[in-house]
């Protein structure tokens, strides 16, 4: 039996901007869930961090953490690119899912070492990111991120323009590697009033996501 659950939450603007640079970020990370966080130097890449005490390796340039410890808090931030939270019965894993970390192999790289770690099933949730009526795309970029996860990411915005459709490729990417259960908050931060989004709005405020092993 598991001893600690895996839990997660999304925040949204009424948490306050929680990007690394954010005045008064550590006060606000602290009233969303007052554990050690480990934040990440993000850089639309594949790489990947364990943490393996609480706090630690916070402010590392990744796109991804995991961890089995109890009371670790791992995070990422976004304004547009997926959140994706991945959950296992001993194990939680956050990855920063833009269509470059996509083509990087971001996905596959958190899942991959959840499995190391901690062999077991895996779910995933998909938090607020935006949505292809919002999210025209150029068709050189379009086909890099088809050619790493398949033809499901080609959309339409609501002009007709070609879009990306990125919450499709975070869940054609999860499946590549075996995580069939995957749900989606179905929010578009581009159409959101209660998130924010850089193509959207040009907001430079981040929301978050945070998960870790709680009772």
Not at 4 to 33: H, K, M, N, Q, W
Not at 161 to 172: G, H, N, Q, S, Y
Request: charged share 20%; with cysteine.
């Amino acid at each position: 039996m598991p001893t600690s659950i895996p839990r997660y939450r999304f925040t949204d603007c009424g948490d306050g901007d929680l990007g690394p640079g954010a005045a008064e970020v550590d006060r606000r990370r602290r009233e969303v869930i007052a554990l050690p966080w480990t934040w990440l130097r993000q850089v639309h890449g594949g790489d990947v961090v364990v943490v393996d005490r609480p706090g630690a390796q916070a402010g590392c340039r990744a796109d991804g953490a995991v961890t089995t410890v109890p009371g670790a808090a791992i995070a990422v931030q976004v304004a547009d690119c997926a959140p994706v939270a991945v959950l296992g019965e001993s194990v939680v894993g956050v990855a920063h899912a833009g269509w470059r970390g996509l083509v990087a192999g971001i996905v596959p790289a958190v899942v991959d070492t959840m499995r190391r770690l901690a062999p077991g099933p895996l779910r995933a949730v998909i938090g607020p990111c935006i949505r292809p009526r919002c999210y025209p795309f150029g068709t050189t970029d379009l086909e890099a991120v088809a050619r790493v996860v398949g033809d499901v990411v080609r959309a339409e915005t609501g002009d007709g323009e070609p879009a990306l459709d990125l919450a499709a490729a975070v869940r054609a990417a999860l499946a590549d590697v075996g995580v069939e259960r995957c749900d989606d908050i179905g929010v578009c931060t581009a159409c959101s009033p209660s998130h924010w989004s850089h193509r959207g709005n040009s907001d430079g405020q981040r929301q978050a996501l945070v998960a870790w092993l709680g009772a």
